[in-house]
């Protein structure tokens, strides 16, 4: 069965001080992995797609990598107003056409 | 373009009663996705299509139904609403192909419902 575990749950951090978000996951068949934002009240936004591992994408203050069994957004620098949620998805060759999503994790940046 | 668009924004059911969530897109994609969002969770599937007239189920289908007879539109049917189905309704929609079947989705903002 697919799935897509994301640690920490939440992350405090002060502007300017770079951490990363971990997602782990478990698909048949890797056809895409994808990172949203989702700020509160709001649906989620696409922020990138990583298709096969060694693969990396960067906007801005983010960047996104994979491997086999996990993806990494790093954020460099950050500011409060990349405070936000922050879901990983995956879709695989098996399951039809359905993206599995992780809970996300709760970024908290404080000038 | 006004993207994915969502009605109502905010609805109150009564236990058995039911309703229909509008859902429409103007991009002339042909995937279109409903999701539930329950507090600290992730996004759970409800239903999906791949274009007019094919639709199919999804992680959590029970409960809901849905049509597509368009290829903007995508309501979602609750029938005999229940305290469960308490969340945040997301619909979404992507242009894929046989050969890229994933590709970015396009949210809508989402309707609040609470079952009482």
């Known amino acids: 069965e697919d799935q897509v575990t994301q640690s920490p749950e939440a992350l405090r951090l002060q502007e300017g001080e770079s951490s990363s978000l971990n997602c782990s996951y478990t698909v048949s068949g890797l056809r895409g992995l994808f990172w949203y934002r989702q700020d509160p009240g709001k649906g989620p936004e696409f922020l990138f797609t990583?298709?096969?591992a060694g693969e990396e994408k960067e906007k801005e203050r983010l960047k996104a990598t994979l491997t086999k069994k996990e993806s990494f957004l790093h954020i460099t620098a950050p500011k409060p107003e990349d405070s936000a949620t922050y879901l990983c998805?995956?879709?695989?060759?098996?399951?039809?056409?359905?993206?599995?999503f992780g809970a996300g994790t709760r970024l908290f940046v404080k000038a | 373009n006004a993207g994915v668009t969502q009605t109502p924004k905010f609805r109150i059911l009564k236990i058995g009663q039911s309703m229909t969530l509008q859902c429409a897109q103007d991009m002339n994609h042909n995937y279109m996705y409903w999701y539930r969002q329950d507090p600290g969770m992730g996004l759970k599937l409800i239903y999906y299509?791949?274009?007019?007239?094919?639709?199919d189920k999804g992680e959590v289908p029970n409960g809901y139904n849905v049509s597509r007879s368009t290829t903007e539109d995508f309501p979602l049917r609750l029938e005999l609403a229940a305290p469960s189905q308490t969340s945040v309704y997301f619909c979404a929609s992507s242009y894929s192909t046989a050969r890229k079947a994933y590709n970015e989705q396009f949210f809508g903002p989402g309707t609040r419902l609470t079952v009482l």
């Open positions: 299509s791949v274009g007019a007239g094919i639709t």
């Open positions: 998805a995956v879709g695989g060759d098996t399951g039809g056409f359905k993206t599995i």
């Open positions: 990583l298709y096969s």
